[in-house]
């Protein structure tokens, strides 16, 4: 298993960092979280790896953070795990992991730091943005 993508369809970014992955020619492991769900040593694993905190993958829009009253700096990590656990759209995507670390690729273009191997260019990113070149270089 080269590369895991935690992934919702329904996100452009998250759809986009599937496609480079593809483009760069691995076949990943696709984790629809919306549909599996969360465990909290997944979670804990993933963030670890990432080297980021609950509260810096809470996905703040488009999710029902504020109604939760998540976005209060003073509802402590522990809490924002729990809720990511019942409400797994409140983790922000798509984490991607690979033999060459976990990152929460945001924006996008964070994956090619993922890959061993580059996708042919050009390409770009969900904004129209050009990340790699007709050289098949990075741009950035």
Same mark, same amino acid.
């Given at each position: 298993m080269d590369v895991v993508i935690h992934h919702n369809r329904q996100c452009g970014t998250s759809r986009n960092v599937l496609s480079i992955i593809e483009a760069a020619g691995y076949r990943p492991v696709v984790i629809e979280y919306l549909k599996e769900g969360w465990t909290r040593p997944q979670l804990l694993a993933l963030f670890a790896a990432a080297g980021i905190t609950p509260r810096q993958a809470l996905r703040t829009t488009k999710s029902p953070a504020e109604e939760l009253g998540l976005l209060d700096p003073a509802v402590s990590e522990e809490a924002i795990l729990e809720a990511m656990l019942r409400h797994p759209v409140l983790v922000n995507r798509p984490i991607v992991a690979t033999k060459k670390?976990? &990152?929460?690729? &945001? +924006?996008?273009?964070?994956? #090619?730091?993922? #890959?061993? &191997?580059?996708?042919?260019? +050009?390409?770009? @990113?969900?904004?129209? @943005?050009l990340v790699i070149d007709e050289a098949g270089r990075r741009l950035g």
């Open positions: 670390g976990v &990152r929460l690729c &945001r +924006p996008s273009e964070v994956v #090619l730091d993922l #890959l061993e &191997r580059l996708p042919p260019g +050009p390409l770009a @990113k969900e904004d129209g @943005k």
